[in-house]
């Protein structure tokens, strides 16, 4: 059963500025776009590593190993040598605070 | 309807015959592997098959229907013996003639060997293939004792993948540093460093005469030193696969010679991926071989368009990566040592930029910190002189130089 999580407050998070958290086993990035806020896994589909170290702009995370572009409002892999989408996770701002349901 | 022959299912095969595909629905397009295994990607192998952990979608790319589904006819088990030129025919290994329009070589490279006595016994080994990677995660499981012949790429990841194994390992490296040919000596040093820490005894300027079976293992001959191992893997470097196209008539010189497109002298014929020596865009056009999973990725791509009648030279900034116990290494452009280096260090992370006489950017070297790499590439992209000093502080991002 999916749940709300308390992720950040929301001042915390600033343009492009991926914050890498846990939620029990599931590794989450959030990320704020210009167009709201938005979470997918972290971790790259490809090999592992945390997308949330990894260079941020125009809605997308790189990987900071092998250089994989993910859409953060989609998840979609754009570009080799990721093939598979990261999953990505509803969120919502509430009196100050960012959610994410996981 | 064209009819496209690509020798080598490795990952510069792959991406020449999907890249043709994207380009052309109609063509034949053969695709011959020497090994039984459809094509992926040897980054792992050093890694991850070794260690056994999960290579994740990196080392088979494509789903084993892909190539089906694609209409790529893959032929594994199939090697090629002959390129007969003036009847437009690959000849196989099993005598069978298979005509094209197009050909691809794809052949990748060789693991180079030692040349010095004892380099034949079984217990020397290289790696270069899955067959290589399974064995020698084979003799790893019984904890040998194990030598590494060259500090390079290859053989600092079996090092550092060995010991994190439990392995006792010595790297016997002939320069006075590691990774000589991509690094400047003050990343070299932070790798010894790492490396000396995680427990492995690195033997710099270190040049091994003999290999010798001594007590029922080996004894490494080096000048006065003696190394005792049960366990060698040599990592030297890789020789281009060119016989067939040497006796073929192409023109060959430490690799295939094509254009900027992979266009060998002979029409029709290209080659893809690092058996090609191409003229570079980034050293100004001179001819380079560069041995890259880059390469491998994207050259081929390029001889793709150039079969479709595309003009598209292969002309990215260089770019390759090593990942050796926790720490990611990623080396843009040129960092040759002549340049001037300015650090941008925080903890374990670091971002080196080699900045010219004229302080424009012309490589990277970046640890642990791929954040990075996006922004260095476009600094080295975009040829614009750089302050140093304001460059060197690591409160103002990156992306503020663009």
Redesign the interface.
Known sequence: MATWHRVADEAELKLDTPLGLRIGEVQIAVVRLDDGIFAVNDVCTHEYALLSEGFCEEGKLECPLHQACFDIRTGKALNEPAEVPVATYPTKVEGGAVYVQV | MTRVVIIGAGQAGRRCAEALRERDAEATIILLGEEPHPPY?RP?LSK?VLLGT?????LF??APEFYAEKRIDLRLNTRAAAIDVAARQVVTEAGERIGWDQLVLATGATARRLRIPGADDPRVMTLRTMADAEALKARLATRPRLAVVGGGLIGLEVAASARQLGCEVHVLEAADRLMARCVTPAISDRFAALHRDKGVALHLGCALTAIEPADGALLLQAGEARIAADLVVVGIGGVPNTALAEAAGIAVQDGILTDAQGRTGIPGIYAAGEVARLPHAFWDARPMRLEA?QVA?NQPVAVARAIAGEDAPYDEIP?H?T?QFHW?LQVLGDPDPAYRLVERAEGEKLTAIALDDQGRARGAVLIN???????CRRLIAGGKALDAAALADIATPL?NFL
């Open positions: 990607d792992p991850a999960d290579p994740g979608n990196g790319v494509r999973w990725q770019w990566w990942d990611n910190n791929g954040r990075d790499a996006t922004p992306r």
